[in-house]
């Protein structure tokens, strides 16, 4: 069968109350985007809410019935597009994410929308969360925890059914490797680490359907590979040999931040997006011989790369 874009390719129930939402895309290179469920007893919590109105009415209509005498919170496990743009779909709902993902979206969200609007599904109109917290919060009698796990951004956060023993990670893990979008490494490594102390079963990936403890390991092994500035295990490499442009580009990408980090404490008018224009064009690079950023920024020689950012600082 053809699938429309937007359309739900499958709901796979989960333990005795998780419900997840497979959404394949096939026409563009959004891909595997998955929200899950839980049903509790006295609320329902949607994790992400995809790309806006089309993807959660289909949602809706399978939960209607169900959700009728229930309040539904809504988790946001970061701020990037692809997992906010339905927050406005369902009227009575309470959104919540950690604080600083609140605060990176109020700061990208539009700007991300505007760039991203070929992958609209419906309506949107942003909406950012009702409710932050910082550490954890927990819903004890449902035993259902929303919990801070950074590294895919600084405010990503995780939701543990406890009572299941299922882990909603979001973007935390991937497929073979994770991509790299913050430059706080540690914390990646850390939120990796715990993840795999949690009393957890199962992993509910955003992208990647069910990851295995395996392949929890494999990125932490790999973020560590980055951190230490070793190369990718050959393990991995084996496994999965057409990851190297993504290899490249996350250990640029993660230099790239690195710098501008320096540059943003040390002058509060940096603008990130003009400097990585100026960097691109110092460095003679032709973006439209690339398909997207990522490729891009995968094609940049390290060593001159790293060169060119210390004559900037
Ligand atoms: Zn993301």
């Known amino acids: 069968m053809m699938l429309k874009r937007g359309e739900i390719m499958k709901v796979t129930e989960i333990g005795s109350r ?15 985007t ?22 959660m009415s289909l949602v809706k209509d399978y939960i209607e019935e169900e959700l009728k005498n229930k309040q539904l919170i809504i988790f946001n496990s970061h701020y990037h597009w692809d997992h906010i743009w339905g927050n406005d779909f369902f009227e009575d709902s309470i959104i919540v994410s950690h ?17 991203n609007s070929k992958f609209v599904e419906g309506k949107i109109k942003i909406k950012y969360p009702d409710i932050t917290f910082d550490k954890k919060l927990s819903f004890e ?16 956060a995780i939701c543990y059914d406890k009572k299941e023993k299922i882990v909603f990670v979001g973007d935390l893990v991937e497929e073979p490797i994770p991509m790299l979008f913050d430059k706080d490494l540690d914390a990646f490594r850390n939120s990796l ?8 079963n199962t992993y509910v990936t955003t992208h990647s359907y069910i990851a295995s403890e395996e392949m929890v390991n494999v990125n932490l092994q790999y973020v560590k590979a980055v951190i230490d500035n070793k190369k990718t295990p050959e393990k991995i ?7 190297e442009t993504l290899d490249k580009f996350n250990r640029n990408n993660v230099m790239i931040l690195k710098y ?14 003009r400097f990585r224009e100026e960097l691109y064009k110092e460095m003679k690079i032709d973006k439209s011989k690339y398909d997207s950023s990522v490729e891009m920024i995968a094609s940049i020689d390290k060593d001159k790369l790293e060169k060119k950012l210390k004559e900037k600082v």
């Not at 604080?99 to 760039?115: G, T, V």
């Not at 490499?237 to 990851?243: A, C, G, R, V």
């Open 193 to 200: 680490e715990y993840i795999l102390t949690m009393n957890a």
């Open 18 to 32: 998780g419900l997840m939402f497979d959404f394949e895309d096939g026409e563009t290179t959004l891909g595997q």
């Open 34 to 55: 998955i929200v899950y469920l839980i049903k509790g007893e006295k609320y329902f919590f949607l994790c992400d809410t995809q790309t806006g109105s089309k993807p």
């Open 260 to 273: 501008e980090n320096i540059l943003k404490n040390s002058n509060n008018n940096f603008d990130g997006d």
């Open 99 to 115: 604080s600083k993902a609140r605060d990176n979206m109020i700061e990208n969200a539009e700007k991300e929308l505007k760039e």
């Open 141 to 156: 009698d449902e035993g259902v925890e929303f919990i801070y796990a950074p590294g895919h951004t600084s405010g990503h």
């Open 237 to 243: 490499l084996k496994n999965y040999p057409d990851i």
